[in-house]
């Protein structure tokens, strides 16, 4: 291949104090200047068997090559990069990598002429409290940052060779760990976790990782960039602290007024009772108010006992089958039809069998009290990725959309008797389980309740 042989040229590439380099269509490096060499630690010869994806992810040499095929289709007449190198002493040199392309005289592009320009110290003065890590592949720890004794008071040297989910908090340890078995086609991503202070104390990190892999797909080295945001979590949690006094609040305000309601119908006959006026007949309207009473007390107590969930392997096909038996009575009486339609025989998940069928139970009675003209309740289950899907569609006559935000609000309920507390309960029970529940309706139209529950694995 017709190098640029220019004296003045050769000269000016040999003398350049920033990084140069000629560099194929592939991107190998062809020839590297002295300034270049001495940038990484490298001997020139060493450094002609790598090409300027070197120490790049997958997901990066991707993205330089659709810059690079961009220039190579006359698209971009420059393309410029940012890249961490690893230096042969295991530190990282962050660079700014600026690509030009040479041509013939037929406009055929032959090859790169890259400059390469340090800029750790702009990094590091921008970034200047970040940690920045890389480890091996068993989570040794090769090279922490000067910074990590300002967050976390510890000296980088104490801490190279040792495992680095030694410092983490146990309850996060899990988390890390999963970073070595991730799959080699993910981009970086954040994770946070808490990290042991020299002192004995946790400090919160958001970390950037990043997993560098050879050409096979296996891990070369993991890089982590991580800030410490113990205030931003103390100011998260403050403002939780306020969310859950304001919903105490609203709380016990529904519960005064719900109460009070029943309560004041018995004072009323109480006093009928006391002037002899009473009639036979009020006493079931006294027993049916108590009865209210009694009901909402215990709902609010299964709200606010902790609800520790005991998981087990379950077949929600199975769980579903008991509590449709269990409301198919009350629904034949009802003229409502419960169809179900599951795309395999059985679906199993890791949940409390129990709760699980609390939610059932509370969105199917729920489905055929909006049912009062019958109609059909049709229950679809079916994987959408590593989640379970679990639809509930009714015939019902819906809810308004401003409504159906507030559905799981303490005594908002769209039924006249409803206390609202049974959705509420549902919702915790879900999201207990790591899972999400979503309501749509429409007027006139009918309401469908969506529940995706994490799915393990299945071989």
Not at 45 to 53: C, V
Not at 124 to 139: E, K
Not at 143 to 148: D, E, F, K, L, Q
Not at 396 to 415: H, L, M
Request: charge should be negative.
């Amino acid at each position: 291949m017709p190098l640029i042989q220019d004296s003045l040229f050769t000269i000016a590439f040999q003398s350049s104090p920033i990084g140069m380099a000629l560099a194929d269509l592939d991107g190998r490096w062809l020839q590297v200047n002295p300034a270049f060499c001495d940038m990484l630690g490298y001997a020139e010869e060493e450094l002609l068997a790598f090409s300027f994806h070197m120490d790049s992810s997958l997901q990066e040499q991707q993205r330089s090559l659709e810059r690079i095929n961009q220039m190579i289709a006359g698209e971009l007449s420059v393309c410029r990069l940012e890249k961490g190198y690893l230096h042969r002493k295991g530190h990282i040199v962050w660079v700014q990598l600026s690509l030009t392309i040479v041509r013939d005289e037929q406009s055929r592009p032959l090859y790169f002429i890259a400059h390469i320009q340090d800029v750790s110290a702009q990094m590091i003065a921008a970034y200047s409290t970040d940690i920045i890590s890389y480890a091996a592949p068993d989570g040794s720890l090769q090279y922490v940052s000067p910074s990590i004794k300002t967050v976390l008071g510890l000296e980088p040297e104490e801490m190279i060779g040792q495992n680095s989910l030694s410092f983490i908090h146990p309850e996060d340890a899990a988390a890390l760990q999963s970073v070595y078995e991730r799959d080699s086609s993910e981009e970086a991503f954040i994770m946070t976790y808490r990290s042991r202070h020299a002192d004995g104390h946790y400090v919160w990190l958001e970390t950037t990782v990043r997993t560098i892999r050879d050409k096979t797909g296996v891990t070369e080295k993991i890089i982590g960039i991580a800030r410490d945001i113990t205030e931003r979590k103390h100011a998260e949690q403050l403002m939780h602290d306020s969310e859950k006094l304001t919903l105490a609040g609203q709380l016990a305000a529904g519960i005064a007024h719900e109460i009070r309601n029943p309560l004041t119908a018995i004072k009323g006959f109480f006093q009928l009772l006391q002037s002899g006026k009473m009639k036979r007949d009020y006493y079931q309207v006294i027993q049916e108010e108590f009865l209210r009473i009694e009901l909402i007390i215990n709902e609010l107590l299964v709200l606010a006992k902790p609800q520790a969930v005991s998981c087990d392997r379950y077949d929600i096909v199975a769980l579903l089958d008991d509590v449709t038996k269990l409301l198919e009575p009350q629904a034949i009486l009802n003229n409502i039809q419960l169809q179900r339609r599951f795309e395999e025989a059985a679906f199993h998940i890791e949940c409390d069998g129990n709760q699980m069928k609390q939610v059932f139970i509370n969105v199917l009675k729920n489905a055929m009290e909006a049912m009062p003209d019958g109609g059909d309740i049709v229950i679809s289950l079916k994987p959408v990725g590593n989640l379970l899907q679990i639809i509930v569609q009714d015939q019902g006559c819906g809810i308004a959309k401003e409504a159906v935000k507030r559905i799981g609000q303490p005594f908002f309920s769209s039924k006249e008797a409803g206390t609202g507390l049974g959705m509420m309960v549902s919702f915790k029970i879900i999201e207990e389980h790591g899972g999400s529940m979503h309501i749509e309706s429409e007027l006139g139209q009918g309401t469908s309740v969506a529940i995706l529950l994490p799915m393990p694995s299945r071989i």
